[in-house]
């Protein structure tokens, strides 16, 4: 069963910037096909921010392309969502995501985004 805790969330000011870590509980090469985060605003429903597989292929909603970036360290088995030019609509719980090579899902926990106009 694979694990993922997210850190680095927090309280920030708009224009700031934020970067957002999530470290697995198994190797991501050999166990996870792709990984990626998403965020969940009130009253909203929960949208995919950006995906990297083990390719490095990304994808990007386009609200936050240009602004932010993920990446991954496979030594590390840590994916990283580097946050830029944050807008007071970032705000939301952001929820780091595994696709499992057996097509299992993986969620963690949540961690809390705000941005303060």
């Known amino acids: 069963q694979v694990q993922l805790v997210e850190s680095g969330g927090g309280l920030v000011q708009a224009g700031g910037s934020l970067r957002l870590s999530c470290a697995a509980s198994e190797g991501i090469i050999f166990v996870i096909k792709a990984m990626g985060w998403y965020r969940q605003a009130p009253g909203k429903q929960r949208e995919l921010v950006a995906a990297i597989t083990n390719g490095g292929k990304t994808n990007y909603a386009d609200s936050v392309k240009g602004r932010f970036t993920i990446s991954r360290d496979n030594a590390k088995n840590t994916v990283y969502l580097q946050m830029n030019s944050l807008k007071p609509e970032d705000t939301a719980v952001y929820y780091c995501?595994?696709?499992?090579?057996?097509?299992?899902?993986?969620w963690g926990q949540g961690t809390q985004l705000t941005v303060s106009s």
């Open positions: 995501h595994a696709t499992g090579w057996n097509s299992n899902d993986y």
